[in-house]
T-cell receptor, first 115, second 109 residues
């Protein structure tokens, strides 16, 4: 596709349910990043992938959060047993290069609301 | 601990003036620093990248400086316009990319 695609764009769920957020990066982009943005706040780094590998998972807020990337392309961020504090916009970005050598292209985000 | 601080949450200026936004960092040694623009309800959009061995970078009405001794970057928008109103974010490489909280710029006509 022409840009980074995220789905769903909006998700409303009940507390305790699991949710899966999907990111389809720009073809050929090695690096993929997940961020969380609460209302009026900055971008909280969650995890990044170099190819299919996530070297550092320490940014994930709790063990309820997990992420994977397959085939060097699509990534999914899974939140188990959702809590109200998980409500936020989850942003995905991809880049041709890891680190700051290349610009990040962001998707429009997945807005998660946990009731 | 590592920190990225952007000078203020909000900056209001008059159209035609120069806006100057600050990004300070501690306990990072970035090889690159980037600036992004974010409009409400949208993902950030890349504006400029500057390398550690570059002092200054320009693109149209935008200018970025990078001082690795002061651990600071300044982002300037000259001849500002109401359409420049947005939140501006700085980002540092750390293998991953870490963002500051952003400065919300409002340019009044």
């Amino acid at each position: 596709g022409a840009g980074v695609s995220q789905s769903p764009s909006n998700k409303v769920t009940e507390k305790g349910k699991d949710v899966e957020l999907r990111c389809d990066p720009i073809s050929g982009h090695t690096a993929l990043y997940w961020y969380r943005q609460s209302l009026g706040q900055g971008l909280e780094f969650l995890i990044y992938f170099q190819g299919n590998s996530a070297p550092d998972k320490s940014g994930l807020p709790s063990d309820r959060f997990s992420a994977e990337r397959t085939g060097g392309s699509v990534s999914t961020l899974t939140i188990q047993r959702t809590q109200q504090e998980d409500s936020a916009v989850y942003l995905c970005a991809s880049s041709l290069y890891l680190g700051g050598a290349g610009e990040l292209f962001f998707g429009e985000g997945s807005r998660l609301t946990v009731l | 601990s590592q920190k990225i601080e952007q000078n203020s949450e909000a900056l209001n200026i008059q159209e035609g003036k120069t806006a100057t936004l600050t990004c300070n960092y501690t306990n990072y040694s970035p090889a690159y620093l980037q600036w992004y623009r974010q409009d409400p309800g949208r993902g950030p959009v890349f504006l400029l990248l500057i390398r550690e061995n570059e002092k200054e970078k320009r693109k149209e009405r935008l200018k970025v400086t990078f001082d690795t001794t002061l651990k600071q970057s300044l982002f300037h928008i000259t001849a500002s316009q109401p359409a420049d109103s947005a939140t501006y974010l700085c980002a540092l490489d750390n293998n991953d990319m870490r963002f500051g909280a952003g400065t919300r710029l409002t340019v009044k006509p």
